[in-house]
């Protein structure tokens, strides 16, 4: 059966830190996969997505980037944080495949920044 | 550009009572429509989909969800709801691009269960 990982689970890092979350799968090969993010009291905002190795197509501008640099692996990052970037990140994974793909999410990170 | 509407910020319902939570949705083509329960602190679960077919789909937990072309409309039901159901619950419609399905959520709704 396939899994997704996220860690860490928490973070507290200060404004102007750099970041980096990440985010594997296991039991399933080429997937797609997805950062979305949840700020308080709000929905869930889709943030990146990607096909592919290397193949990232952003949603948003914002202050941050991903990256995959191997299949099951998606990495989620900010050279500099803001405030607004507090908030809890949701990494999710899909077959890849057509219209009805079903988005299967993990754990969470929650983001506080200082 | 599609969205969803889930009307009701928080609802509370009595244990042993009936629940439905409302979701508006708007697409322009054949929608593909999710419900998700997230407990606190944790990721997202599936509790159903619907794609086609039967209007009314069954899902995990005793949840159920009707879709309704006619109202754009997506509501979720459980007969009777359990202490263990308090949660948030999210609508979700899903458009595909060609190569990736992108998911737009409603807001979410917050379920309170007395006992």
């Known amino acids: 059966s396939q899994t997704i990982h996220q860690w860490p689970a928490t973070l507290v890092q200060p404004v102007g830190s750099p970041l980096s979350l990440e985010c594997t799968v296991e039991?399933?090969?080429?997937?797609?996969l997805y950062w979305y993010r949840q700020a308080a009291g709000r929905g869930l905002q889709l943030l990146f997505y990607s096909v592919g190795i290397g193949q990232i197509s952003s949603e948003v501008p914002q202050n941050l980037s991903a990256s995959r640099p191997q299949d099951r692996q998606f990495i989620l990052s900010s050279k500099k944080l803001l405030l607004s970037d507090s908030g809890f990140y949701l990494c999710?994974?899909?077959?890849?495949?057509?219209?009805?793909?079903?988005?299967?999410f993990g754990p969470g990170t929650r983001l506080t920044v200082l | 550009a599609q969205s969803v509407t889930q009307p009701d910020i928080h609802i509370t319902v009595s244990e042993g009572a009936s629940l439905e939570l409302r979701c508006n949705y708007s697409?322009?083509?054949?929608?593909?429509l999710f419900w998700y329960v997230q407990s606190p602190g944790q990721g997202l679960q599936l509790l159903l989909k619907y794609f086609s077919g039967d209007t009314l789909v069954q899902g995990i937990k005793g949840f159920e969800a009707e879709f309704k072309r006619s109202q754009s409309s997506f509501n979720l039901r459980k007969p009777s709801v359990h202490w263990s159901d308090a949660a948030e619950y999210f609508c979700?419609?899903?458009?595909?691009?060609?190569?990736?399905?992108?998911?737009?959520f409603g807001t979410g709704t917050r379920l309170q269960v007395t006992l």
């Open positions: 039991g399933t090969s080429n997937p797609n």
């Open positions: 697409y322009g083509a054949t929608p593909y």
């Open positions: 979700a419609v899903g458009a595909h691009t060609g190569t990736a399905s992108k998911l737009t």
């Open positions: 999710a994974w899909s077959v890849h495949g057509g219209p009805t793909d079903t988005q299967y």
